[in-house]
């Protein structure tokens, strides 16, 4: 027996009511709906009704068991006309059955109530004057169509029993920033997008470079030497034109983090350095923000969610920020496009259990797996009662710039430097041969030290000259100065954001 079905024939009241009958209950409630002749000072000649089954049937489910939840009732049955109905045609009945009558009697107005307000079920009048109009469709402004598109574009997710249009609700309304719109970020993004979430931040700095398009799979060639920011808004605006793109085109730092976050829910970590991570783990422990994170390298990712005061945070695991350098990224230890695109995807899945309030086995478990093995680990996740930030006695209780800037003192940015002066530093790539050839620089004068090589293919560096190394974006120039400063050649320093800080000196 359907607990709600919808019909195109008469409503058999009396063999519904038959099939609720129960020894065991005490009451019984029932609502009738019938046509009316008038509606607004207006004779009504017919009505015609249009519905989704699949929806009106999940959803009619969620809020069967909310009333089950809230009021102490046995059974309830719902059955709905569609098609073309005349006056005094029974539109909708609702029946339920109770031990007591008074659970039956606000259990039976409860459904009533939400049926109408929530099941995408559609009536159009026809008037004695000829004309007919959609009635209650509050999302069709025009009233030209049955039923909305945003509706039929969630209508195979809102099927799920666990989701419903009340939980789609929930999805419109939720705020989620992601950082970074890279390979995780791009995968995160449209698959947020896609679900509905309402609200999205996207913070992102970068231009596109041609050698991200293998993983970064929300954008195409033609995109090369833009800013992702832009591209990513306006590719996920197309995809859902029913949710709002928010862009934060900056670099996250410790000066505007608790700014950015604090305007969402949950924060989605899809950055690619430790530094930016422990930022954005720290700002969301002290901001009481849950934080969805991923990491990636070559073949093999993780991904968790930290819950404020609930599942520790990333300096239960490392309490300390590590070394920049100490694990390869993409560029250098290469990655298979196929990971970020999983993981981001899975960042993305986490975030909507979140909104909703579905329990997830990340809360307390990092998971591991290596897509080329298909091996998987969860490791236990819990809070470190010597954690510097997320126990009891807490050393760190605010965010400090200067904690987020590792070795600054060998770090130079290039807008420091006047350009009557750039030749008094000798400027070293460290970038391997593949990068070069895409984005050469040619404003300068330097050499060529791979980073992968330079264990085995030494640089003999002059006490007497000081030397400048960049990279892409400044992280393995700074790896490579402190390995430097280590081993006593002090005369070496790192550009901050490496060949972009150089195209934008130049540019200015």
Avoid at 63 to 84: L, M, P, S, W, Y
Avoid at 259 to 264: A, G, P, Q, V
């Amino acid at each position: 027996m359907k607990k709600f079905s919808l019909t195109t024939t008469s409503i058999d009241t009396q063999r519904l009511r038959e099939e609720l009958r129960d020894d065991s209950c005490g009451a019984y409630a029932s609502f009738e709906g019938w046509v009316r002749n008038h509606h607004q000072d207006r004779s009504v000649e017919y009505l015609e009704y249009e519905a989704l089954e699949e929806l009106c049937v999940s959803e009619a489910e969620t809020i069967f068991n909310e009333a089950r939840e809230q009021f102490d009732i046995t059974n309830v049955r719902c059955v709905h006309r569609i098609g073309k109905l005349n006056i005094s045609d029974m539109a909708v009945w609702v029946g339920v059955t109770a031990s007591h009558r008074d659970a039956a009697f606000k259990a039976c107005r409860y459904i009533i109530d939400e049926i109408k307000s929530r099941l995408p079920i559609w009536k159009k009048e026809f008037y004695r004057e000829g004309d007919s109009i959609w009635v209650n469709c509050a999302q069709n402004t025009e009233q030209t169509t049955a039923h909305s598109k945003e509706d039929e574009f969630y209508s195979r997710q809102t099927i799920l029993t666990d989701i419903g249009l009340s939980g789609q609700k929930k999805l419109k309304d939720a705020r989620v920033l992601v950082v970074g719109a890279g390979g995780l970020g791009s995968s995160a993004l449209m698959a947020l997008a896609g679900a509905g979430v309402g609200h999205i931040g996207i913070c992102e700095y970068d231009k596109l470079d041609i050698s991200n398009l293998h993983r970064q799979h929300l954008y195409t060639v033609s995109d090369v030497g833009k800013p992702k920011i832009d591209l990513a808004a306006s590719r996920l605006q197309a995809l859902n034109p029913y949710i709002k793109i928010i862009k934060h085109p900056e670099r996250l730092d410790a000066g505007n983090v608790e700014n950015l976050i604090n305007d969402y829910e949950i924060i989605c970590d899809c950055t690619d350095n430790f530094v930016t991570k422990f930022l954005l783990n720290d700002s969301c422990v002290l901001n009481q923000k849950p934080l969805v994170q991923a990491s990636i390298y070559q073949h093999e990712g993780q991904i968790r969610t930290f819950l404020p005061e609930a599942s520790g945070c990333l300096r239960c695991l490392w309490p300390e920020i590590p070394k920049p350098g100490c694990v390869g990224t993409c560029t250098e230890a290469g990655v298979i496009g196929t990971l970020p695109g999983t993981f981001g995807y899975l960042q993305a899945h986490e975030i909507i259990k979140l909104i909703l309030n579905k329990k997830s086995a990340l809360t307390q478990h990092t998971l591991l797996m290596n897509l080329d093995t298909f091996e998987t680990q969860k490791l236990q996740q819990t809070r470190e009662t010597r954690c510097p930030l997320c126990s009891d006695h807490p050393k760190i209780t605010k965010i400090i710039p200067d904690h987020y800037h590792r070795l600054s003192n060998i770090s130079i940015n290039i807008e420091s430097i006047a350009k009557t002066e750039l030749d008094t530093f000798t400027f070293i790539d460290l970038r391997e041969s593949f990068e070069r050839t895409f984005a050469p620089v040619n404003q300068l004068t330097h050499v060529h030290w791979p980073f992968s090589k330079r264990k085995n293919q030494s640089f003999s560096f002059e006490p007497d000259k000081k030397y400048l190394l960049f990279c892409a974006k400044g992280i393995r120039s700074l790896a490579a100065t402190e390995e430097l400063h280590q081993e006593g050649i002090t005369n070496t320093y790192s550009l901050e954001n490496g060949v972009d800080a150089i195209q934008q000196y130049f540019k200015s």
